[in-house]
């Protein structure tokens, strides 16, 4: 019927077409009839050639049709630098810097959904100046292990923080005309063997907590998912029909482009029939090596085309495949009316430091030792990580800064010559596929750290992980939970030296903190792009009060999180594949309810000031399903400075049908609060919003139930709660 509709409209609008511009090109007309009308004209060659790569990051588009090519670039944090046409070598323009946005774990860190709108609309234009068509991120998959080697380039343990903060970030970028790309769907929780492993997921756990903000991602309308190196059920996840066909397309009505990962894709027919559009990078490991010139071998290339001219599998299944890429053409490079982009504007260097400064997470401050003030003693800067160029590395999400202010910089900019530095340690150069080792003589850094440490009157050890492989880096997984390259060891020496020691960690994943009852603060810092090192020192020195929320648990060893209770088989996998045992338990989840408390709680973060909480307020008592919770508490700044307070709203059922966390995130709302001041802290909850999943019925359930709301400033840091009374038992499909 559709198609007869169409094909009547194509008609009609053929007949009033001015005859000089075929409909595919007349902006005037909806978009399916330009989309038919262009799949009309291909050929089965040009059909072939534009689901698939003619290069690293394009493809062809239909040069006959004047269709234009699709040019693609990492990543979530900015625009990374050029490559080769076909092959993992940087290009070497001198016109392809950018500006480096903070890791996504800090735009999560900073709960604040506004500057992920900001954040986005940087990446977004200098993507577009760039002419880029598509931005491969931003990366939602949630946070399991803390072993995992691309965490940094993600939002964290909590379905509904990830969900919150994707939205923003994808319709701003959007709004240049450049898609984003989410990724990597689905269940991408390790690099260990990551284009091998086969998730093995109960219903509830993938549909609860790891596909949650993918679907947030549909619903604010992105233009292109890329598919995960992983399998599920056995299969690639980037040719999956449950997960592509049913799923995402199905329930959810993705209307975009699945995109392959860098060689995700692994079979013809599964490509085909499995709901994959766009085949990028195959016969490469997308990080380092690849098949030169492979693309007319690719799964949906000779391959595909042969299988459709012998019968095995119909046309109608590559026009969908067209269908779809020609309407991100639409959505992209073929609107005319998209705005032209900046590069390195004031305002993205602006966005980029204030994400670093609302994202820092003020974990430890014993005896407020932070905010350390300026002018009024000798500061010892000790660390690689205070002079390491952190943009670089990590993999595909790597950057090329015109900005970056090291942490060292940005303290020297602040405490002046007060500041005197010592490295420490040393790692080697970044590196995608081994371990380079230091150049240096360990003993000789550890022994001049020290004796700084011991003339100083403070200092700031500015240490953590780093984007070498097997640390935060793409393509496999730390392999041990503490910090590397001798730094515990260190930090022991240091103390011992002199006790007033700030421990800055700059990571995308938590570590081993064995001295932590020795030092008087910590701070959990971040990759934080451009403006970084400024951000870092303002919060030290207390021209910023610190605001920012743990995004995930910090535990006290590896074997505390649930990802680690069952050996091998729960991480990073046995015979192929690794099972997530722990179920919907995740993060949080599983320290509240195992009662097994993590050592810094998921929401956790402290303040220079202090916030007293009132009590927390509903509209109603008693909702039906369908209706809203409106909730609000006053908050009091009762403390020494301005500051900013994250109230988190969590959501418990008191007697669930099936085993249910003890609470889970549903709202949350960040404010300034001037010191002396007081503020009200507002959420809207949607019932439907409390429902669980229920693998009897396949879908979401919500029983009628007394619900239990606590506003918190951090999971494990409740402040105030009430109960309400859900009535009228429901089965929603959310
Ligand atoms: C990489 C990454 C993916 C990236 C792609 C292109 O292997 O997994 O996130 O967008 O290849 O570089």
Redesign the pocket.
């Known amino acids: 019927m559709r198609s007869l509709f169409l094909a009547a409209l194509l008609t009609i609008s053929s007949l009033s077409a001015s005859a000089a511009q075929p409909l595919y090109l007349d902006e005037s007309q909806p978009d399916d009839v330009r989309i038919e009308d262009a799949l009309s004209r291909m050929t089965l060659n040009e059909k072939i050639a534009l689901v698939h790569a003619q290069s690293k990051f394009s493809t062809p588009g239909c040069p006959r049709l004047g269709i234009p090519e699709l040019w693609m670039s990492?990543?979530p944090h900015g625009v990374r630098m050029e490559f080769a046409w076909d092959d993992w070598q940087h290009a070497g323009w001198s016109n392809d810097s950018c500006t480096a946005l903070p890791a996504l774990t800090c735009l999560a860190a900073s709960f604040n959904p506004d500057l992920a709108a900001d954040y986005g609309m940087t990446v977004g234009q200098e993507a577009r100046f760039r002419k880029k068509d598509v931005m491969?991120g931003p990366g939602v998959n949630i946070y399991r292990t803390p072993l995992s080697g691309r965490n940094f380039e993600y939002m964290g343990e909590d379905p509904y923080l990830a969900s919150a903060m994707v939205a923003p970030y994808i319709k701003s970028l959007q709004s240049n005309g450049v898609a984003a790309c989410l990724?990597?769907y689905a269940l991408n929780n390790q690099e260990h063997d990551r284009d091998n492993i086969n998730v093995d997921v109960d219903e509830r756990a993938l549909n609860e907590i790891y596909l949650p903000a993918f679907k947030a991602g549909v619903d604010a309308g992105v233009w292109a998912v890329?598919g995960s190196y992983n399998k599920y059920r056995g299969t690639h996840c980037t040719h999956n029909d449950t997960l592509v066909n049913k799923i995402l397309k199905g329930y959810w009505g993705f209307d975009g482009v699945m995109i392959t990962?860098?060689g995700s894709a692994h079979d013809t027919d599964e490509a085909a029939r499995n709901g994959l559009d766009l085949e990028m990078?195959s016969w490469t490991n997308?990080?380092t090596e690849g098949r030169a010139l492979a693309y007319d071998s690719y799964f949906m290339a000779e391959p595909l085309k042969k299988k459709i001219k012998d019968g095995e599998i119909p046309e109608s299944l590559l026009d969908e495949k067209v269908r779809r890429v020609l309407r991100l053409n639409l959505r992209t490079n073929m609107n005319r009316n998209r705005p032209f982009g900046t590069m390195h504007t004031p305002e993205h260097l602006a966005t980029a430091l204030q994400v670093a400064q609302e994202g820092i997470v003020l974990l430890k401050n014993k005896k407020n030792f932070l905010p350390l003030e300026p002018g009024k003693c000798s500061v010892a800067v000790i660390g690689e990580n205070a002079v390491k160029k952190l943009s670089i590395g990590g993999g595909?999400s790597e950057l090329k800064p015109r900005v970056e202010i090291s942490p060292l910089d940005g303290i020297r900019s602040i405490y002046g010559d007060d500041v005197e530095f010592s490295l420490g340690y040393a790692s080697g150069e970044p590196n995608y596929s081994f371990e380079l080792p230091s150049p240096y003589d360990a003993d000789s850094l550890f022994n001049a750290a020290v004796e700084l440490a011991r003339r100083s009157d403070a200092v700031f050890f500015v240490g953590g992980l780093n984007k070498n492989f097997t640390q935060d880096c793409?393509g496999d997984d730390r392999r041990y939970f503490n910090l590397p390259f001798g730094q515990d060891a260190l930090i022991e020496a240091i103390v011992a030296a002199n006790p007033n020691v700030a421990v800055i960690i700059t990571s995308g994943n938590g570590v081993e903190m064995p001295w932590l009852n020795k030092v008087p603060a910590v701070v959990q810092s971040w990759y934080l792009g451009s403006m970084g090192g400024q951000a870092l020192a303002q919060v030290l020195s207390g021209d910023v009060c610190p605001s920012g929320k743990l995004p995930f648990s910090i535990c006290t060893s590896l074997e505390d999180y649930p990802a680690h209770q069952g050996g091998a088989r729960t991480y990073p996998g046995e015979n192929g594949t690794v099972h997530y045992d722990e179920g919907i338990f995740v993060g949080y989840r599983w320290h509240d309810t195992k009662r097994k408390p993590a050592l810094f709680a998921f929401g956790h973060g402290l303040s220079y000031t202090d916030f007293k909480y009132g009590k927390l307020q509903s509209d109603r008592k008693k909702y039906a399903p369908g209706d809203t919770i409106s909730l609000s508490i006053e908050v009091a700044n009762t403390g020494i400075c301005d500051g900013a307070e994250t109230v988190q709203f969590y959501v418990g059922q008191e007697h669930p049908a099936l085993p249910r966390p003890v609470k889970e995130l549903k709202g949350f709302c960040k404010k300034k609060v001037t010191k002396g001041d007081k503020a009200v802290f507002t959420a809207e909850i949607p019932v439907a919003s409390l429902a669980y999943f229920d693998p009897e019925i396949m879908d979401w359930r919500l029983d009628n139930d007394i619900f239990t709301i606590s506003a918190a400033s951090a999971s494990d840091d409740v402040r105030s709660q009430i109960k309400i009374n859900v009535q009228q038992p429901l089965i929603t499909s959310k």
Do not use: A, Q, Y
């Open positions: 990492d990543g491969l990724k990597h890329m990962d860098w990078g997308g990080l595909s793409e």
